[in-house]
């Protein structure tokens, strides 16, 4: 009598390279998360990639002073500049937060800012404010923030200063942002314990809670 012979089918054949390309590329995988978690704690490396960044865009300048992407970045002589405005800030010492990976959000877990200025660089018009819609184009959040010397300067000689402005859980996700337990300290006044929230459609509403201590006034809840 004849045998017939028993072939394996083809796609069991196949498996164990299928398996080895799979295992590979896993390894592989986990060879660049190391590969950029030590990056990202190493300062050369990091001053490297801050270096590849400025190189491929041209609206932010700025200055590597020191520090590690995983760690918190100091930077120096930061600027951002379009046909309307121009922001300068003296130094700003950042953390980026998880989000920034998995997000695709600018997140800062923590940043603090010295001198920041906004300068408007459109001449003076005597035509009334006009409410027009703003959209961020990313996704902006901050777990903490904190700015200490805002000048925000619409024409010469005009200039709005702020001492200290402190932001928690931060949030500014097309037209609208929020804030909260926030705090902004003027020359003549405090707000702290703000939650508010902004919508940059006409008129712009604003809502929001806080405390307001007016120097020779007593405290007093805004709404």
């Known amino acids: 009598m004849e045998k017939n012979a028993v072939t394996a089918p083809e796609s069991t054949k196949n498996r164990p390279f299928w398996r080895w390309l799979l295992a590979g590329l896993l390894g592989l995988l986990v060879l660049a998360i190391l590969a950029l978690y030590w990056a990202s704690g190493n300062a050369t490396a990091s001053r490297a990639l801050l270096d590849w960044v400025a190189q491929r865009q041209h609206w932010v300048t700025y200055r590597y002073q020191g520090g590690t992407l995983r760690h918190g970045l100091i930077l120096q002589q930061i ?22 990976l998995l997000s695709k959000e600018l997140h800062f877990s923590r940043a603090s800012v010295q001198h920041l200025q906004i300068i408007k660089k459109t001449p003076p018009s005597k035509e009334p ?26 024409a010469p000689g005009k200039r709005v ?20 337990n926030s705090s902004l300290l003027l020359p003549a006044l405090r707000l702290t314990g703000v939650d508010a929230q902004m919508t940059f459609r006409a008129p712009w509403p604003i809502r929001g809670t806080g405390q307001l ?4 006034l007593t405290r007093q809840t805004v709404r």
């Open 79 to 100: 600027r951002f500049e379009n046909a309307k405005v121009r922001v300068l800030a003296d130094q700003a010492v950042v953390k980026l937060g998880w989000r920034a």
């Open 161 to 180: 200063r702020l001492d200290d402005i402190l932001l928690n859980d931060a949030l500014g996700r097309g037209d609208r942002i929020t804030i909260h």
């Open 129 to 154: 404010f006009r409410f027009f819609p703003l959209s961020l184009p990313v996704t902006l959040r901050f777990d903490q923030a904190q700015v200490h010397n805002l000048d925000i300067i619409t």
């Open 213 to 216: 201590a007016v120097s020779a």
